[in-house]
């Protein structure tokens, strides 16, 4: 129907910019008039101006008596730019469409409700599925002010993330570890462990072809054991957050304060504790790229939201070669946590395989 093909338009807007909007929600708008695009824009980053904003801005004078698609309906408070309800009506919109309703009690249907009492027709639901699958991320965030979190792990198709010996270099291949990049630079931030960390020493940065924006590295390290001289300190292009335990030595804290590096103490080193202080920074999505230790202890508190598989072409055996979790793990299958397979495709040689957490 028409009005699908003008908000997939604005869809596609909104995710070309879906990785930059954090803490804000990624949208698009399109305004239309007698069947001409007049305006299209989505919100590009945070504290700039929204999407209707952009797109009305280009619609100019045309846009009275025209039609508004937006992904997310029209916001009605005052951030930091003034309602965008208040803009569509100034502007005299004909006619409003929204695929997603904001689900946050504060926000949520104040801005339909102000720009249906002006007497302008609101269509919500068009195209709701992809807006809410490109807005989850934002909803989990406003709903539980914690990340949204996703897994990731490559293997081998034995289910190995190294050989016995700890060596990993590579599993996968070149393609799928530029997906991998691409991945870390659509996250605000990416969090390791300290096993992984003195046995690559990764720089965790996004080294992307084109350019790409750095997550902010996250490190569970309880005993601050990280050496000075390594990459997670040394490189700047990223900003490193580190959280251990109180008891942890106050000398390499200030060691390592003294190289830029945030230091956090927890009373107790929980996946929650972390998620809560991450949320409280405004960290929207969470990439992990741990190890077996990390990944489980995500996996005991339930704390994940998404799981991205790579897996390799190839076996490399070894009884005691390391998999993506480690722990104890369940006794029985029935302790197993569902999730559900969302897709499956071939990068280069080579399956990525993603999933999600059931009811999360
Ligand atoms: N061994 C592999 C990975 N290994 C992932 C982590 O264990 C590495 O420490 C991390 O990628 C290093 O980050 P860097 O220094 O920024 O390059 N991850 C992958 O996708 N494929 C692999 O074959
Ligand atoms: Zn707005």
């Known amino acids: 129907m028409q009005e699908e093909y003008y908000m997939n338009l604005a869809l596609s807007l909104a995710k070309g910019a879906a990785y930059q909007t954090s803490p804000n929600p990624p949208v698009g708008a399109v305004v239309v008039k007698d069947g001409r695009v007049i305006g299209m824009g989505a919100h590009l980053k945070a504290g700039e101006a929204h999407a209707e904003v952009n797109a009305l801005a280009q619609a100019g004078a045309e846009a009275e008596g025209a039609d508004i698609y937006v992904t997310l309906e029209p916001c009605a408070h005052f951030g930091k730019t003034p309602p965008c309800a208040n803009l569509v009506i100034e502007k005299g919109i004909r006619r409003v469409f929204i695929a997603a309703v904001d689900p946050n009690p504060l926000v949520g249907g104040k801005g339909i409700e102000k720009i249906r009492a002006a007497g302008i027709e609101v269509t919500t639901g068009i195209c ?64 390791t462990g300290i096993g992984t960390v003195l046995l690559d020493n990764p720089l965790l940065t996004s080294r992307l072809p084109h350019g790409g924006k750095h997550p902010i590295r996250v490190l569970l390290d309880t005993h601050l054991r990280v050496p000075v001289d390594f990459h997670i300190i040394q490189n700047k292009e990223a900003k490193t957050i580190i959280f251990c335990a109180s008891d942890a030595q106050t000398k390499k804290q200030r060691q390592l304060e003294d190289e830029g590096v945030t230091v956090i103490r927890l009373s107790h080193m929980s996946i929650d504790k972390v998620l809560d202080e991450l949320g409280k920074m405004g960290i929207m999505t969470l990439f992990v790229e741990a190890g077996a230790e990390i990944n489980a202890s995500f996996l005991d508190a339930g704390s994940f939201n998404k799981l991205i598989m790579y897996m390799a072409p190839k076996l490399i055996g070894g009884k005691s070669a390391p998999s993506s979790f480690g722990g104890l793990g369940g006794s029985t299958m029935d302790e197993a946590l569902a999730i559900d397979f969302t897709s499956v495709e071939m990068i280069g040689p080579d399956l990525k395989i993603v999933a999600e957490r059931r009811g999360m």
Do not use: C, M, N
């Not at 490559?154 to 393609?175: F, L, N, P």
């Open 128 to 191: 709701e599925k992809e807006a809410i699958a490109l807005l989850t991320p934002f909803f989990h965030f406003i709903q539980t002010k914690r990340p949204y979190v996703t897994i990731k792990t490559a293997v081998t198709a034995d289910g190995k993330t190294a050989a016995h010996t700890g060596h990993s270099r590579w599993i996968t291949s070149d393609e799928a570890r530029e997906d991998v990049h691409l991945l870390r630079s659509q996250h605000d931030a990416i969090l």
